[in-house]
């Protein structure tokens, strides 16, 4: 099997407690969907189990045939599909089903990125030291998903909590973006 | 650091987004009829206003759509942002 983007960060990820339980969860399936027609957009949602969201900056969630799926909103006919791993193959085929001739996309792309699972009172706290967007409760209440920079990293924020928040981050860039959380939470921990 | 308004996603940080050049510049309606001058009047030339400037901006590391902005030159304010297909709004400088 192949080793996963942080697979050799676990223990010094797992180092962060108490500050951020940090855990990498690798290999989701993760399919980049494009579309705008709203009738394909609910068939696909349907099809799913799970609304696609229709705010901006959002996602939605839920369970169906394929488990738990989040469908992300990444622009205004732009989605990113995320499932447990493995099942990247059928749900292209189920959503390409969905999409049937309207004009649109269903692309695999769950070796871009992998995902990195922060949780912790200090969550928000610790992104703040390299990421612009407002992280406040008021601001970025759960359900929030946006892409932006974290430390020149571009990445998306899903906010799933008060103190839980899921980083997906470019395969190639993890391994930077682990090292930055290390040294973010310096601070912290010597405190702690 | 300056916060640019993206239609879509709301007040992001500038660097999240690349400059484009100016708005509302036509691609030429029969290419083929052009002089040389003609085209390099449509590639190269463009208005340089003291105040407000109808410019494209892309949303590079958020939505990474492109938009339009008129931006004051002598301050730098982005008096307003609209997206592509919509005429450029009133403003007041
Ligand atoms: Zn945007």
Known sequence: MTASPLAAWRDRLAALAPVLDAAEQPFRSQLTVRVSDPDAIAAMGSALGVQFPSAACTFTSGSGRFGDVEVLWLGPDEFLVVAAPDLQITIEEVLRGALGTVRGSVVDTSAQRTTVVLEGPKVRDVLAHGCSVDLHPASAPGGTCVQTLLARTGIILQVNGDDRVTVLVRSSFAEYLAAWLCDACSEYLAVA | ?93
Request: hydrophobic fraction near 35%; charged fraction near 25%.
């Open chain 2, 1 to 93: 650091m300056q916060l640019i308004p993206c239609p879509w996603c709301g007040p992001r940080e500038e660097a999240e987004f690349h400059y484009g050049g100016q708005a509302h510049v036509a691609y030429p309606e029969d290419p083929s009829a052009l002089t040389d001058e003609e085209w390099a009047q449509y590639v190269f030339f463009r208005e340089n206003p003291s105040g407000p400037f109808a410019e494209r901006w892309s949303h590079n590391a958020g939505c990474r759509r492109w938009f339009n902005a008129v931006r004051d030159t002598r301050t730098h304010d982005l008096l307003a942002v609209y997206r592509v297909g919509e005429p450029m709004p009133e403003v007041i400088a």
